[in-house]
């Protein structure tokens, strides 16, 4: 309009009209399938069936890929003033100690969880690798009188529904076990909403310090 004003004369002007500095907020979803509701019945009442029955029930996910070494973390920690813990400047893998892969096990009956951390890739066989960990240190003395185990899992990575070397691993356990495993899939887009698991291991992999 002619006159020529400052960057922080518009912000202050826009400020006086109500508007602020914000960032973005993750709140639309997409088209909900039909589905979703009588999927999440039939996942509740395997779990309902389960339990009562005193079989295991297991909720399993692999967690966020972490770097091993020195390196910046979010947050903050008490520390001697004036001297806080020293890391590396930059965010480049370390060659010798790679990234650390969480593959989490929640056990929904006793509120428990069992956290295996891989140092090569996130494969179905280290998925069920950590499973049969699991059972033969916790699970197994949990629950000696167990026929069947129902995992509960999200439908994609290692342990996704359409997965192939997932399902032949996981015959494999059961034939060595004697376990009659079933899997339910939680439905796409929904795995978010397992809320207690992703509170339980995200907790665990923030206190995982990392160190080799």
């Keep these: ?3 020529t004003v ?17 960032s973005n907020q993750k709140v639309l979803e997409g088209h909900q399938h039909e589905d979703h509701d009588a999927q999440f019945r039939y996942l509740a009442k395997q ?3 389960h339990v009562a029955a005193g079989q295991p029930v297991i909720s399993v ?3 966020k890929k972490g770097l091993v070494g020195a390196f910046k973390n979010g947050g903050r920690e008490y520390q001697p003033m004036g001297k806080p813990e020293r890391v590396n400047d930059h965010d480049f893998p370390d060659k010798d100690l790679g990234k ?5 096990i929640y056990d929904v009956s006793a509120n428990t969880g069992w956290v295996s951390v891989g140092t090569d890739h996130d494969t179905s066989a280290f998925a069920v690798h950590t ?11 949990r629950y000696p009188d167990a026929t069947q185990l129902l995992i509960c899992a999200d439908g994609g990575g290692s342990n996704g529904y359409q997965i192939r070397a997932w399902k032949m691993e996981l015959a494999k356990f059961a034939a060595d076990t004697g376990l009659q495993i079933t899997v339910s899939h939680l439905p796409p887009g929904t795995s978010k909403w397992n809320k207690i698991e992703h509170r339980l291991f995200s ?3 923030l206190n995982w ?3 080799p």
């Design 209 to 211: 310090r990392g160190d």
């Design 61 to 63: 996910d692999a967690k």
């Design 203 to 205: 907790q665990i992999t």
């Design 100 to 104: 650390a892969i969480p593959y989490g």
């Design 6 to 22: 400052s960057d922080r004369t518009v912000a202050r002007m826009l400020h006086e009209q109500g508007f602020s500095l914000q």
């Design 131 to 141: 499973l049969r960990r699991w059972w033969d240190t916790i699970g197994k003395p």
């Design 1 to 3: 309009m002619g006159p």
């Design 47 to 49: 779990v309902a069936e």
